[in-house]
């Protein structure tokens, strides 16, 4: 019983180990540069994954297409054992000896043929032009990989932002209960100097409780909003981390924010996507086209045939093609006319997404001024609700007002402090979404 009890410890010993090292592991120190580095690394998020396999998949069609004006090579060994009715292929002959005739059926022969074949396109227009348009094809990729990078860049930086709200949200949540239990022990202190009243102690109570439940509705929204920081960045939803930013506010540049349009127009990931996806459609056309123009092959085969191997004589075979199309019932002409729709419809994709690139900005850019007065005005009413709070508690002290007063100060102090944080949260807010409309999400993070 003994021993077993010794195996039993020598078992769990070292999950026990790893169990302590895992406690003992340091949460993450997060900010928001390393959060984005994160999510956007090729094993972060989902839709960066997802992207870089559609990159490979981009590569793969151009090669296919490549293949088309390389040369094909191809060996074979065959070794058969044939019989013939000559006269199913119209062999009868007239024996000139009476009483013998031919035989109308031959074999069994053997026939032996090991050969190496290739072919090579010389001129061929419309599979250059496919080439060219996969190329093209494999650039739309690497831009949509780009563009996924911003979008998620912009999703993250949401999600943490979102995440400093909460924590801002909490602190100042703490400081309320912390001046709401400051204020009680005020009143309690009147009441039994025999300058207060019963009320006022009581009035003080309910205050602290509504703070502290504030506080813990404040604790659930940022448990949550961490989760969904976590979920966005494709870690663990057990994995600890400390929120190493605050909520503040960061003046953008006036020079990026006049130039903001023709960055949009340069940096956009998505718009260099769009316009090499044009670039594709517009050559894929142009091969349609080709496919009327004759196009030129050579090929060749070099090869030992014979009824066996130790028989077999040297063959060979080369000599060049040429093709013209002439007329094949419409299908190149409907494909034509396909390929070129395909064509005016992405024209059309992007001149929209050029005119929503204008308008992300405006937007953007409208919102971020509207942002700023807002932290402005937050900044000011929090500075004068914390000296009408001070004022009050004077006069309160100072027996020329009771405690309504001082709730109601304190009330307008928690609401000037929710203010300032969601000034705060709308100008960070209007920040990134001025980076995703100009392209520069990850510049600015920077």
Known sequence: MFARKRYLAALLLPAACIAQVATDRPPLQLTLKRA???????????????????????????????????????????????????????????????????????????VFDARAS???????????????????????????????????AGQVAQAYIAALRAQAEV??????????????KQAENQKAAGTGTGIEVTRARVQLSNEKQRLVVAENGRRRTELQLLRAMNMRLDTGFVLADKLSY???????????????????????????????????????KMER??????????????????????????????????????????????????????????????????????????SLRSAEEQVKVAQEGLTLSENELAQARRRYDAGVANSLEVTDAQTRLARARDNQISALFSYNQ?????????????????
Request: charged fraction near 25%.
């Open 430 to 446: 209007a920040r990134i979404d001025l980076g995703q409309a100009t392209g520069a999400i990850r510049r600015m993070i920077q």
């Open 118 to 152: 290739v072919t090579q396109s010389v001129f061929d227009f419309s599979s250059i032009r496919r080439y060219q348009a996969s190329k093209a094809g494999v650039q739309a990729s690497k831009a949509d990989r780009d563009a996924a990078d911003d979008q998620v």
């Open 293 to 366: 123009l004759p196009s030129l092959a050579a090929f060749g085969d070099y090869g030992s045939s014979g009824t066996a191997l130790n028989n077999s004589l040297p063959t060979r075979v080369i000599g060049v093609s040429l093709k013209v199309p002439i007329f094949d019932g419409g299908k190149r002409e409907a494909r034509r006319a396909q390929s070129n729709s395909a064509f005016r419809q992405e024209e059309i994709r992007t001149r929209d997404l050029r005119e929503q690139i204008q308008l992300d900005v405006q937007l953007a850019l409208d």
């Open 250 to 288: 960061v003046p953008v540049e006036a020079e990026q924010i006049e130039k903001a349009r023709a960055q949009a127009i340069e940096l956009r990931a998505d718009l260099r996507a769009q316009q090499e996806r044009e670039r594709n459609a517009r050559l894929s056309a142009s091969a349609t």
């Open 36 to 110: 984005v580095e994160i999510a956007i690394s090729p094993e972060g998020s989902a839709r960066i994954q997802l992207a870089g396999e559609a990159i490979r998949q981009a590569q793969g069609r151009s090669d296919e297409v490549r293949g088309a004006l390389l040369p094909n090579i191809e060996t074979a060994v065959s070794e058969q054992s044939m019989t013939r009715n000559l006269q199913a292929f119209g062999f009868h002959f007239e024996s000139p000896i009476p009483g013998f005739n031919f035989p109308s059926f031959v074999g069994p022969f053997n």
């Open 171 to 184: 602190e100042a949540d703490r400081a309320n209960v912390e001046l709401a239990e400051a204020v009680l």
